[in-house]
């Protein structure tokens, strides 16, 4: 297969990280984020550093003809998306009757419809070649609901089961589909999603670290891969066999800000 990847979200975090990653191993990029200065300044140091060539499309995904301007740009540049890594996405914090509506329809338009956009316009030439890979950035809030991050747990819910149904669709092909879950991660997520005090990002992994992570399991064609072992073991050994009530109310203290 041929070897460019389009990464969302790539100006920061762990979108940036894993550009950095898939250049490190001679990959052409695609960076797609809202920011063109820290976009230009990605490619700058990924094309200086390993030879490679890095297009900057600037995009806001939460309008709702973003996906469609970024296939058409690079259908008339004439690059082949080889790799499609939807990682954009944000959260936000609060009780869901108290937020701004407007800014939880903008997290779903991010989270879930411009990425099924993405993955519908790129996945249709992956299949006809036959050949390309997808990691969809979810994360371990898409395996319980969460209060105080009500919209946001249900996206990467989404993301979760959209990821694992199109793979088994895809089975009879080389084409895969991959679901990374991290937990906490050290980004401006936390920033951005108002989302400071709150106890659950104590001891949050690396961008680098994580971005390793999905990135080997995309490689692999792994199904689902949660980023630490005891989150693993939490979700898989331990969340389906507590009572509902007590379940929601753990992951509401999660989000709940000291004070």
């Known amino acids: 297969m041929g070897n460019t990847a389009l990464v969302t979200g790539a100006s920061s975090g762990i979108g940036a990280e894993l550009a950095r990653l898939h250049a490190s191993k001679g990959g052409d990029l695609v960076l797609v984020a809202r920011r063109e200065d820290a976009l230009n300044a990605l490619k700058s140091e990924l094309e200086n550093a390993h030879s490679i060539k890095a297009t900057v499309i600037t995009a806001d995904l939460a309008q709702p003809d973003s996906a469609e301007k970024i296939f058409t740009a690079?259908?008339?540049?004439?690059?082949?998306?080889?790799?499609?890594?939807?990682?954009?996405?944000?959260?936000?914090?609060?009780?869901?009757?108290?937020?701004?509506?407007?800014?939880?329809?903008?997290?779903?338009?991010?989270?879930?419809?411009?990425?099924?956009?993405?993955?519908?316009?790129?996945?249709?030439?992956?299949?006809?070649?036959?050949?390309?890979?997808?990691?969809?950035?979810?994360?371990?809030?898409?395996?319980?609901?969460?209060?105080?991050?009500?919209?946001?747990?249900?996206?990467?819910?989404?993301?979760?089961?959209?990821?694992?149904?199109?793979?088994?669709?895809?089975?009879?092909?080389?084409?895969?589909?991959?679901?990374?879950c991290p937990g906490p991660v050290a980004t401006g997520f936390v920033a951005a999603g108002d989302l400071d005090g709150t106890s659950m990002w104590d001891n949050a992994a690396s961008p680098e670290s994580v971005a390793k992570c999905g990135y080997d399991a995309m490689m692999k064609g792994e199904l689902v891969k949660i980023n630490d072992a005891s989150l693993s073991f939490m979700v898989n050994w331990v969340m389906p066999f507590l009572p509902r009530k007590t379940m929601l109310k753990m992951s509401q203290e999660f989000m709940e800000k000291s004070k």
């Open 74 to 180: 690079t259908e008339a540049a004439g690059i082949q998306i080889d790799i499609l890594i939807n990682n954009a996405g944000f959260g936000g914090h609060g009780k869901f009757h108290e937020r701004n509506l407007a800014k939880d329809q903008a997290m779903m338009q991010v989270n879930i419809v411009s990425l099924v956009n993405l993955t519908h316009l790129y996945l249709q030439g992956m299949v006809s070649r036959n050949s390309g890979k997808i990691l969809h950035v979810a994360s371990t809030a898409g395996f319980l609901p969460g209060p105080l991050q009500a919209v946001y747990y249900a996206t990467k819910a989404f993301v979760v089961s959209f990821s694992q149904a199109i793979a088994q669709e895809l089975s009879d092909t080389n084409v895969s589909s991959t679901a990374l």
